[in-house]
């Protein structure tokens, strides 16, 4: 049996954010934390990875408490669409390896109940922070679960994919 190192970096969540405000300004300061994803050594069979997700709202005026925060979490597609993402091989020869990413849990069923942007079937994560005197910041906790689906073989090499995460503030 081959063994396939497939690099350090699935998807690079933290760094490409982008915050859209649909609603009355905020009186709230947000930060949303996720880690990058590490499939580790890929051998064709079907493997898994997690890292938690943490969206966090506090509160920077306190005339304006109680504040209520929604908010709607959404991915891109990356390099490949929501059906089927796909890291790109960062060295020749060119060469994909596809996978997908979930909100909270690995379906039974790989690329179904795949976090999104809402579009095609896509979830996405939607909650409410309420800030109050007594609680003026508030977090919600998320898992992000990515997926490599087996019987895959690509060439070995070091493969990512980079996705971004935007903020709806409703």
Same mark, same amino acid.
């Given at each position: 049996? *081959?063994?396939?190192?497939?690099?350090?970096?699935? #998807?690079?969540?933290? =760094?490409?954010?982008t915050?859209?405000?649909?609603?009355?300004?905020?009186?709230?300061?947000? $930060?949303?934390?996720?880690?990058?994803? $590490?499939? =580790?050594?890929y !051998?064709?069979?079907?493997?898994? /990875? $997690?890292?938690?997700?943490?969206?966090?709202?506090?509160?920077?005026t306190? #005339?304006?408490? @109680?504040? &209520?925060?929604?908010?709607?979490?959404?991915?891109s597609?990356?390099?490949?669409?929501?059906?089927?993402r796909?890291?790109? *091989?960062?060295?020749?020869?060119?060469?994909?390896?596809?996978? $997908?990413?979930?909100?909270?849990?690995? @379906?039974?069923?790989?690329?179904?109940?795949v976090?999104?942007?809402?579009?095609?079937?896509t979830?996405?994560?939607?909650? &409410?922070? /309420?800030?109050?005197?007594?609680?003026?910041? &508030?977090?919600?906790?998320?898992?992000? !679960?990515?997926? !490599? @689906?087996g019987?895959?073989? @690509?060439?070995? =090499?070091?493969?990512?994919?980079?996705?971004?995460?935007?903020?709806?503030?409703?």
């Amino acid at each position: 049996m *081959k063994t396939y190192f497939r690099g350090r970096t699935l #998807a690079y969540i933290a =760094g490409t954010l982008t915050w859209f405000f649909a609603g009355n300004a905020l009186a709230a300061s947000c $930060n949303l934390s996720i880690s990058n994803l $590490n499939f =580790g050594a890929y !051998v064709g069979t079907q493997t898994s /990875t $997690n890292s938690p997700a943490r969206f966090t709202c506090t509160n920077v005026t306190p #005339a304006l408490l @109680p504040e &209520r925060v929604d908010y709607d979490i959404r991915l891109s597609t990356g390099a490949g669409t929501y059906a089927q993402r796909q890291m790109d *091989k960062l060295s020749l020869p060119a060469d994909t390896l596809f996978y $997908n990413l979930y909100l909270n849990f690995l @379906p039974g069923v790989l690329n179904t109940t795949v976090w999104g942007d809402g579009s095609g079937g896509t979830v996405t994560w939607t909650g &409410r922070l /309420t800030l109050t005197n007594g609680q003026p910041s &508030r977090s919600d906790a998320a898992i992000l !679960v990515g997926a !490599v @689906p087996g019987g895959l073989f @690509p060439s070995a =090499g070091a493969y990512q994919d980079t996705i971004v995460v935007t903020v709806l503030i409703l």
